[in-house]
Nanobody, 123 residues
Framework: QVQLVESGGGLVQPGGSLRLSCAAS????????MGWYRQAPGKQRELVAA???????NYADSVKGRFTISLDNAKNTVNLQMNSLKLEDTAVYYC?????????????????WGQGTQVTVSS
């Protein structure tokens, strides 16, 4: 079972920066996509940014120009650099990954979620 472990959340003032990291482990054969979602209180979970193994990225309009997602294929790790943070960026951020995991002598698809990390932007 592929597990995702997130790190890097915390409390920051408006205009500040944070860097989130998420590492996939547990029999990963290959990563197709990794991404970050967030869920604020009373709101639905939404896509923040995603990256495919070839490097193509996708960002929510609300974070374009402020957030940067990157993928280290060798380490099966995705990072999210968040700059110019705003109050409305406050949420629990969840890592998501899709790919192939080892299964017997072959491989099988996997889709996993991290446990979530709190990001709070407050003055």
């Amino acid at each position: 079972q592929v597990q995702l472990v997130e790190s890097g959340g915390g409390l920051v003032q408006p205009g500040g920066s944070l860097r989130l990291s998420c590492a996939a482990s547990g029999g990963v054969f290959s990563i197709n996509t990794m991404g970050w979602y967030r869920q604020a209180p009373g709101k639905q979970r939404e896509l923040v940014a995603a990256i495919i193994s070839g490097g193509r990225t996708n960002y929510a309009d609300s974070v374009k120009g402020r957030f940067t997602i990157s993928l280290d294929n060798a380490k099966n790790t995705v990072n999210l650099q968040m700059n110019s943070l705003k109050l409305e960026d406050t949420a629990v951020y969840y890592c998501n990954a899709h790919g192939l995991q080892y299964y017997g002598i072959g491989s099988t698809d996997f889709a996993s979620w991290g446990q979530g990390t709190q990001v709070t932007v407050s003055s």
